[in-house]
């Protein structure tokens, strides 16, 4: 069977960039951006996206790309004669399953919170009244269920139409009215009286600021984000580049999808911190700087009711957009494992999504009373750390002993595909680097990972 193509290279682009782009650079950056002193945690974040993003992005595009097939048969084409790397290739299918298994269901707040600016709710209520609103919303089974099913039928259905005419088409709309939303929002943000404080705070590295963080978590909190955001690991990259022609060099590619990522977190923090300071929230209220935060903000502008439908509306695109990106690695899988149709593997898989879904959106109510890391933590928290602190971390580091490896496919192939086409080469003289320091940096993220939650289930 001839292997679909995308149409175009800016399809490309902006489908990598979606799938990267998601509820890690609009949620979780600035909350993170917030706790860990503001310019310092921005400078690392970008460093580390440079130094180790990058080139484990490169890896996995060459490796779809020179395999011409999904992650889960990619390393069956590229490894030698009774090698076991295609072992990974299940394991990342299921990285993928679990990922999705949570944030369809973080894609239903947004939805969810879209409709409750949309419709209103939020005008001229009280502090205290939109902080009530994320908590009732968690402790209704039916919202949450009901969302998720919207997500998963709806992203389904899109890729069952093709890669061209369902997900590329969807996408590219998706992805530039997202980054026009935002930077409309941006401008209006940094425009509104009292917003200088929020804009020192946020670009103008503080070394005070972040000794009170803590100098090492601060570094940590800005690898882990660098390394999250670009969805590295379980091939959700991989399956991209087995879409794409040759006539590109990879790793300029692969700086453009990490310019596009950076941008939108970036002007994420431009939407939040300026108005944050400007409206006297605390920068560093977690987790809830966006759902409770911000429609408090959007209470008090001009046009509040316009600005905040639209910026969750900005918020659904940006997780829908990874939703999308990772349902098509889910289905491309699985029509090479079985051979199925396109329109037959998104109709099984949205069954088994919805099915694999409901334990999150179960764990905030029904199943509340499951606390898998002690008081107050949920399904959820257990999913996410099993994607963010193990899939990951282990995958990219199979990722780097593959491409680099004489065991693996080499690093004589994985240059010379990846340096195949216009553009940006990588360079002999990293080869050291990639193959034992960046490992090691990947391993060091691994361990710090885990060993606070070991040390909970232990203690």
Same mark, same amino acid.
């Given at each position: 069977?001839?292997?679909?193509?995308?149409?175009?290279?800016?399809?490309?682009?902006?489908?990598?960039?979606?799938?990267?782009?998601?509820?890690?650079?609009?949620?979780?950056?600035?909350?993170?951006?917030?706790?860990?002193?503001?310019?310092?945690?921005?400078?690392?974040?970008?460093?580390?996206?440079?130094?180790?993003?990058?080139?484990?992005?490169?890896?996995?595009?060459?490796?779809?790309?020179?395999?011409?097939?999904?992650?889960?048969?990619?390393?069956?084409?590229?490894?030698?004669?009774?090698?076991?790397?295609?072992?990974?290739?299940?394991?990342?299918?299921?990285?993928?399953?679990?990922?999705?298994?949570?944030?369809?269901?973080?894609?239903?707040?947004?939805?969810?919170?879209?409709?409750?600016?949309?419709?209103?709710?939020?005008?001229?209520?009280?502090?205290?009244?939109?902080?009530?609103?994320?908590?009732?919303?968690?402790?209704?089974?039916?919202?949450?269920?009901?969302?998720?099913?919207?997500?998963?039928?709806?992203?389904?259905?899109?890729?069952?139409?093709?890669?061209?005419?369902?997900?590329?088409?969807?996408?590219?709309?998706?992805?530039?009215?997202?980054?026009?939303?935002?930077?409309?929002?941006?401008?209006?943000?940094?425009?509104?009286?009292?917003?200088?404080?929020?804009?020192?705070?946020?670009?103008?590295?503080?070394?005070?600021?972040?000794?009170?963080?803590?100098?090492?978590?601060?570094?940590?909190?800005?690898?882990?984000?660098?390394?999250?955001?670009?969805?590295? &690991?379980?091939?959700?990259?991989?399956?991209?580049?087995?879409?794409?022609?040759?006539?590109?060099?990879?790793?300029?590619?692969?700086?453009?999808?990490?310019?596009?990522?950076?941008?939108?977190?970036?002007?994420?923090?431009?939407?939040?911190?300026?108005?944050?300071?400007?409206?006297?929230?605390?920068?560093?209220? &977690?987790?809830?700087?966006?759902?409770?935060?911000?429609?408090?903000?959007?209470?008090?502008?001009?046009?509040?009711?316009?600005?905040?439908?639209?910026?969750?509306?900005?918020?659904?695109?940006?997780?829908?957009?990874?939703?999308?990106?990772?349902?098509?690695?889910?289905?491309?899988?699985?029509?090479?494992?079985?051979?199925?149709?396109?329109?037959?593997?998104?109709?099984?898989?949205?069954?088994?999504?919805?099915?694999?879904?409901?334990?999150?959106?179960?764990?905030?109510?029904?199943?509340?009373?499951?606390?898998?890391?002690?008081?107050?933590?949920?399904?959820?928290?257990?999913?996410?750390?099993?994607?963010?602190?193990?899939?990951?971390?282990? &995958?990219?580091?199979?990722?780097?002993?593959?491409?680099?490896?004489?065991?693996?496919?080499?690093?004589?192939?994985?240059?010379?595909?990846?340096?195949?086409?216009?553009?940006?080469?990588?360079?002999?003289?990293?080869?050291?680097?990639?193959?034992?320091?960046?490992?090691?940096?990947?391993?060091?993220?691994?361990?710090?990972?885990?060993?606070?939650?070991?040390?909970?289930?232990?203690?």
């Amino acid at each position: 069977m001839e292997r679909e193509r995308l149409g175009s290279r800016l399809g490309f682009i902006l489908l990598s960039a979606g799938c990267a782009i998601g509820v890690g650079n609009v949620w979780k950056f600035p909350w993170m951006v917030g706790q860990y002193g503001g310019g310092a945690f921005v400078v690392f974040y970008v460093l580390f996206l440079v130094i180790m993003g990058l080139p484990i992005m490169t890896m996995e595009f060459a490796v779809g790309r020179a395999s011409q097939k999904s992650p889960v048969r990619a390393y069956q084409a590229l490894e030698k004669p009774g090698q076991k790397w295609h072992i990974h290739g299940y394991i990342a299918l299921i990285g993928n399953y679990l990922l999705m298994m949570f944030y369809t269901t973080v894609c239903g707040w947004m939805l969810h919170y879209f409709y409750l600016t949309a419709s209103g709710r939020f005008e001229g209520a009280a502090t205290e009244q939109v902080q009530a609103v994320f908590p009732e919303m968690l402790s209704q089974p039916m919202v949450l269920v009901g969302w998720m099913v919207v997500v998963v039928i709806v992203g389904f259905a899109i890729n069952s139409f093709g890669l061209q005419k369902g997900l590329e088409r969807v996408t590219k709309v998706m992805m530039i009215a997202l980054l026009a939303i935002m930077v409309i929002l941006a401008v209006n943000s940094i425009m509104t009286e009292g917003s200088g404080e929020g804009l020192r705070f946020y670009l103008i590295p503080d070394m005070e600021r972040m000794r009170e963080a803590g100098i090492v978590n601060v570094i940590v909190g800005a690898m882990n984000q660098s390394f999250f955001t670009l969805s590295l &690991g379980i091939g959700a990259m991989a399956i991209f580049g087995s879409y794409i022609g040759r006539d590109r060099a990879l790793l300029g590619e692969a700086v453009n999808v990490a310019v596009l990522d950076t941008f939108v977190a970036f002007t994420a923090g431009l939407i939040i911190f300026p108005a944050c300071f400007a409206f006297g929230v605390s920068p560093d209220s &977690g987790p809830n700087l966006i759902f409770v935060t911000l429609p408090n903000i959007f209470n008090h502008m001009p046009l509040g009711r316009l600005w905040g439908s639209l910026f969750f509306v900005f918020m659904a695109f940006a997780a829908f957009s990874t939703v999308l990106a990772v349902f098509e690695n889910i289905m491309s899988c699985c029509m090479d494992l079985t051979g199925v149709s396109r329109k037959k593997a998104a109709a099984v898989n949205t069954v088994l999504m919805i099915l694999l879904s409901l334990p999150c959106a179960l764990g905030f109510n029904v199943w509340s009373g499951f606390q898998p890391f002690g008081a107050g933590t949920t399904v959820m928290d257990l999913e996410d750390f099993l994607v963010s602190n193990i899939w990951l971390p282990l &995958g990219s580091i199979v990722y780097l002993l593959f491409c680099t490896s004489r065991y693996g496919w080499g690093w004589k192939n994985f240059r010379e595909e990846a340096n195949s086409g216009k553009g940006l080469k990588v360079a002999n003289g990293l080869r050291f680097y990639v193959s034992y320091i960046l490992p090691l940096i990947v391993l060091i993220i691994f361990v710090l990972g885990v060993k606070d939650k070991i040390l909970l289930l232990f203690s």
